[in-house]
């Protein structure tokens, strides 16, 4: 009884990474409700991402220019 | 001090990420920011406004020890108000900043140059052109620097017209000050820096367009706002639309 | 008391205030290229303070990579992402590739021969030979910058006539997301239940409950 069902769901679905990839335009197409076909376009990769991020604990960076640069002389203009 | 909450911090970490947002964005932002954290959102438009300030400026407290700063401007071109996370420290750490190289860092540094000593815009030849001066850059890689710096939010192309954002203007405000001091003004209505701006013929004092609008609001005989001035105000003050009123 | 508490109650209180701001200082602008950063040359009462304040102010996580890679560091997102956080389209983008790739090393048994992952993308319309229209030069996209990052890691085989690297999941995949959430991603996409795919299903838990055991 159990064993046989344990046999049975061993590799009941088998991973093939050109399903993966058909599969990936169907739910991007889906939601932007266009059709890839071939390749993922740009806005599809963005869109994508987007859905992606919920599945990664990325920290933002901070980003400035002030101090960045070196300042330099100061700019004074001739009197006329 | 108020302690920094999961709320504080998700509103200070969407600024980290987006770096510029309107008024509104910030709005909804707060209340994004209390409901994924079920903190309740005061009702009354005037309560959620209060709590919004002392909100802001708990994470003003806490992040000024590594000299950050939430700063709220007003932009030069519609005048709708923006708020930015803004460094305001120069030093050998912050020379450590690896969004831009060095030649990349060049270029904009001249941009600030020729932007502030021609009244807060220059042409895309203009600013193109600037790469011709040290040969480290070329002209297509200037131009995709440009939409780099647009994209991040530092600089504004518009109408074949390039200018500074709000947020460079805020982050930039004392190093503009300091490194131009003959060519910068501010403005004579809200005391703030003015690149883009309508300038008094007789005396040279500079305002804002929205501040102009403001001012002059009712005024049928336009006069300079300087008090010893006050020579007829040449310029046309547009009415205030939607646009020019700050939100 | 522990050692470190010794240590920063020998040092000036302000004086560890100002080390402090300035490794948190240090460590955020650092951090803009995304690149574990080595070298951190700072005792172990700056170090413990400044962990603190980091998770304290920005809800962000200052976490010492493992093994071959001691001795770097990186910064973790302690909130749950993607709720309050909007990315640039860049950003996305690349979260996009990187996802598909990081599913793929995973879901063919955390192993893939590059020339594999490649024929696998080719798909998705990336050619690591032609320059594409989002990404530009993928290749070194994937490559380095991924690699760099810490995502991922080329391993060169020896002994092969043709040059074959290995790529696997590097220190920052395995700490920013893991096993379960790519399994839950990539079922997502199938439309079929996680468990369902039983291989990948079994490893994750069998890793869980190695993670689990060196925890407690
Ligand atoms: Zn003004
Ligand atoms: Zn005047």
Redesign the pocket.
Known sequence: GRQKAQALNLEFVKFQPLEFAEKLKTFVSHQLGTQERGSLSSVGWRELGKFSQTFLKKSPALHFMCGAFERGEVVKKPVA | MSAMTPAHQMFLQAFMARGLLNSKEVKDLFRKSLELNDVQVPESEEERKRQLVKFIRTISDHVSPFHLDIRKGVSEDDGTNFYCLVNNVENHITKMASDYSSSELDFFKKLVEQIVENDGAIGSTAALNIVTQDKKLTKNDAQDLLLRLENDRWIMQKEGKVSLSIRSILELDQYIQDVYPDSVKKCNVCKQICLKGQM?E????KIHIHCAIRFFHRQENPR?P?QD???QWTHPVPSPSKSHIAT | QSQAERAAASIDPDELDRKVHDVVQFLLVQDQKKIPIKKLDINKAVLKEHSKAHGVVFGIEVVELQDKHKGSYILKNKLEAAQHLTWSEVDDSKTGLLMVVLSIVFMSGNVIQDGVLWHSLRGLGIDPEMPHETFGDVKKLIQQEFTRQGYLEFTRLQNSEQPVSEVRWGPRAKIETSKRKLLKFVAFIFQREPDEFSTQWQDMLSEEEKNQAAAS
């Open positions: 008094c007789d005396c040279g004092v300079c300087d001035c006050g020579a």
